[in-house]
């Protein structure tokens, strides 16, 4: 049964754990984790490589399931949402930025951020929204160049703008700074500070970067699979 709905609260995370079965034996990649993420925060998800990040990432965004616990997004169990109903979830309310930022290469930029609002099944003129998200991340100038054309933190910025476009309630960024310097790292995190201002929606950002870890309304720490904080 759902959970009474927290105003305050976008995620919630119960008691949630997840082991994989393997040929050599089973896997507890994540341990009990418990959290609440406030609505139109920025939470910093830090840990090592291994330490269950991407792993919570994926349960939090409904591409795999816990095998103890529960998610709850906006007082909405999504365990219980049947396969068809997680894939519009993820289409109309949770926005996904990686660490690949997988444009479509015969795409500019505008038809790259675009492409995410057909998706999420927004008919119309998108033009007004499109040069609204690319103006937001910096690339007002650059919205009809292609990928090939851009640099790296040009590319991540247009995959952030992408995520932002159709308006979702969470953006999920795995390691969305890894291949950046630390220069274009900082300026990717602060534009994602203003976005939680700006457009009121929910960020969780997985990085093992440790001068970021300031950055976030909140930061949650794993270790092993184990919730340090």
Do not use: W
Not at 16 to 29: E, M
Not at 132 to 140: I, P, Q, T
Not at 203 to 211: C, L, R
Request: glycine letters at 10%; charged letters at 25%; hydrophobic letters at 40%.
């Amino acid at each position: 049964m759902d959970s009474k709905k927290n105003e305050n609260l976008m995620i919630e995370i119960h008691d949630v754990g997840r082991v994989f079965h393997t040929p050599s034996g089973d896997y507890q990649a994540l341990k009990c984790v418990n959290a609440g993420v406030r609505e139109g925060s920025l939470t910093i998800l830090k840990g090592r490589s291994g330490s269950g990040k991407t792993t919570l990432l994926n349960i939090i965004g409904a591409l795999d399931d816990p095998t103890t616990g529960r998610v709850i997004i906006n007082g909405q169990n999504i365990g219980g949402l049947s396969g068809y109903r997680k894939e519009i979830l993820r289409r109309k309310r949770i926005g996904f930025v990686f660490q690949s930022v997988s444009l479509m290469p015969s795409m500019n930029a505008f038809q790259n951020v675009e492409f995410s609002l057909y998706m999420a099944g927004i008919r119309g003129d998108h033009r007004h929204r499109v040069e609204e998200c690319l103006k937001m991340v910096g690339l007002g100038s650059r919205m009809h160049h292609m990928p090939a054309e851009m640099s790296g933190g040009e590319q991540q910025r247009v995959a952030i703008a992408r995520a932002l476009a159709h308006h979702p309630d969470i953006i999920l960024a795995d390691e969305p700074t890894a291949e950046l310097d630390s220069a274009m790292a900082a300026e990717v995190t602060r534009l994602f500070q203003e976005m939680t201002k700006k457009e009121g929606v929910t960020i969780v950002m997985t990085t093992h970067d440790v001068g970021l870890m300031d950055a976030g309304d909140m930061v949650i720490e794993l270790e092993n699979g184990v919730q340090i904080t």
